[in-house]
């Protein structure tokens, strides 16, 4: 199972808060909501997110084996 422990962690080290995605980088609630709840998103949001964060994608998601 995809998880996405590693985005909070990056985004506390980096201070940045949802409502900063939110309205700083245009990110919608629904997506922060997807992403808080570990459900699917596309493999261009991951990217956005890398771009966004300046960082590598083992920093926003981790594999968890069921």
Do not use: F, R
Request: glycine fraction near 4%.
């Amino acid at each position: 199972m995809i998880v996405y422990a590693p985005l909070w962690n990056t985004l506390k080290e980096k201070n940045i808060s949802t409502y900063k995605l939110e309205h700083t980088y245009g990110m919608s609630k629904a997506m922060i909501h997807k992403l808080k709840h570990n459900q699917s998103i596309t493999m261009t949001t991951l990217n956005q997110l890398c771009d966004m964060l300046g960082c590598d994608i083992t920093d926003i998601i981790e594999y968890v084996k069921d």
